[in-house]
């Protein structure tokens, strides 16, 4: 279909055996619901849209699947929980609604962008700053790390996140950790995680 992105296929198709499931599950529960949706890929995951505007996401973790709406409590009544959308950590598709019920879902979604709701969402800068993972927490405490715990606390919400993203969602612990010694090394240069493409060099 014109709509679908090969991104997204090749998102899932990396994506470890339990996950697939889920994510093909809801990339069609959500054409299901809104047949002009259009995808794309932020953040490293995929994300689907909807007359310019963000409908929902979806993610793939080592251990859990996760699925959000971008105006997740107008939606469904429910804040998002740390990382994981307004479903909790998936680990099976039976673990979400009925078919019918995400439908519904993604429908209310849906009218709330046509309605431009969109517009009163709070901007990226203005979001609490992301909790980042308690093994990076740590390494940051480190003396030895105190240049990049510097920049770090000096980075804004979207930087910090950029590097949260990038850490979490390693599919092995040897790629996470190498990704740790990495982000520590980027920071105490004063780089942000995309640095090789951003003209905002450092932080410094």
Known sequence: ??????????YI??????????????????HEACPEVEETIK??????????????????FKQHCSFGFWLGKQVTGA??????????KLTS?????????????????????ETGVKTTRAKAGSKPPPTPPEDFTALLAQ????????????????SQREYIDWIVEAKTDATRQKR??????????????????D??????
Not at 16 to 30: C, G, K, S, T, Y
Not at 199 to 204: C, F, G, K, W
Request: charged share 30%; net charge positive.
């Open 1 to 10: 279909m014109a709509n679908r992105d090969p991104r997204i296929d090749a």
């Open 13 to 30: 198709a990396k994506s470890a055996e339990f996950a697939r499931p889920i994510l093909d599950h809801l990339r069609a529960v959500v």
């Open 43 to 60: 953040w490293s995951r995929p994300f689907f849209t909807y007359r310019d505007a963000t409908l929902c996401m979806m993610s793939a």
């Open 79 to 88: 804040d998002a929980e740390d990382g994981a959308g307004q479903f909790g």
């Open 93 to 113: 598709a039976r673990e979400l609604p009925p078919r019918k019920a995400l439908v519904a879902f993604v429908r209310k979604a849906m009218a709330l962008n």
């Open 143 to 158: 003396r030895k790390h105190a240049a990049a715990r510097k920049v770090w606390e000096n980075f804004p919400p979207g």
């Open 180 to 197: 740790l010694a990495t982000t520590l090394e980027w920071l105490a240069e004063g780089k942000r995680r995309n640095w090789k493409y």
């Open 199 to 204: 003209t905002r060099t450092t932080a410094r």
